[in-house]
């Protein structure tokens, strides 16, 4: 009994015509290219009722834009809360 060498299959004879075949065949997956990365700043006035808490509406804000639009990241940086005019 002898050892199987590459491209051999067990009886001795060359690997199958179909084995050739599907290693020649190109990857099913595509290269996904480099994408930009930007930041985008935005100033967003709301008016809120008493019972609510400005820094839970921000959060669920940040929480909306990366569920809704593939936000990778959104952060609250900055609230400012003005006296009615």
Known sequence: MSFIKAGQ????????????????IRPIYRTI???????????VEVDLD????????????????KRVYGVRKAEVSNLLEHTAE
């Not at 290219?33 to 100033?43: E, F, P």
């Not at 008493?50 to 834009?65: G, K, N």
Request: net charge positive; charged share 40%.
């Open 9 to 24: 299959d067990r009886r001795g004879g060359r690997d199958s015509h179909k084995w050739q075949v599907t290693r020649s």
């Open 33 to 43: 290219r480099m994408m930009k990365n930007i930041d985008v700043y935005i100033k």
């Open 50 to 65: 008493e019972s609510e808490h400005p820094q839970r509406f921000a959060e669920e804000l940040c929480r909306v834009l």
